[in-house]
């Protein structure tokens, strides 16, 4: 990535550029900010902490969003979430320039994951492996899951696909993306009956819930591709996923471990949204 960033600055006389906006000092959210600024900083991303006090008003956050969606400079904007009460979420969302939602949490660009059409009339998909160039913006943890199940190298075709959870940020695009591989997919969440039985049908499972290890061996068809999005910290400090790791990892074919698995890969899809949004906003003006 850094090679492909050095170049496309060399050619285009600009670096492609990052704005995170975190309001408050979350813990949680600061040690996210940290790791999107270091991977920005690592993949020779332009990049920008904003932090905004916790007192900041949705009008005022919309201000500074709006100053920079006007900046021809910025390629990308991400408000880290969760955002302070007082915030509507949705609002600051949608107030972000669809072309520069790096996230790809906004409407437009849900849209077109889902209506498999680009953002810019004038986009011409390039042949990208293993994500298709759907000429908008996938959130980053369905992308970068996506991207995890190509490097196994199993043939997605006809799989039988469950996720859990239905979330428009990681459950329901995942669902989408697996769809057009051609999977048979069925959502799960939290009024779902028999569970076990339901997961048991996947030949590529995936939890998105947030529920320490909630999938259990029992949920889990030999041979079974299963990947876990949960992120939960526990009493102790430490932090666990949806997946019984442990009592699983004998009986999948392949597994990701929490933490080291989805959570990187999502960082790294981050930086790739940025050089997308980068190289489309070059496009929409050549
Ligand atoms: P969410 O709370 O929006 O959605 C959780 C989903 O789980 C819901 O759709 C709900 O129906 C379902 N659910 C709840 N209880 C259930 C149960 N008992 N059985 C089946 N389904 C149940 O959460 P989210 O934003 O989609 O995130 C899910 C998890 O993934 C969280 O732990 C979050 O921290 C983690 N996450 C990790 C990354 C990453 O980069 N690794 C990114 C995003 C989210």
Redesign the pocket.
Known sequence: MQQQVDSMAAEYGRTPSLVVIQVGNDPASTIYVRNKMRAAEFCHIRSQHLSLPDSITEQELCAHISRLNDNNDIDGILVQLPLPAHINEDTIIRSINAEKDVDGFHPDNAACLWLHQPLQTNHKASIYDPVPDYGCTIAC?PKGILSMLASTGVELDGKRAVV????P???KPMAKLLLDRQCTVTI???H?AD?PAVCREADILIA????PK?ITKDCVKPGAIVID????RLPDGTLSG?VDFEACKDIASFISPVPGG??PM?VTMLMQNTIDCYKRRLNGKH
């Open positions: 943890t859990i959870g239905r979330s940020i990681v459950g799960a969440h939290s779902t569970l998105a819930v947030g529920k909630l999005v949960g992120i939960s949806d989805v959570g999502t």
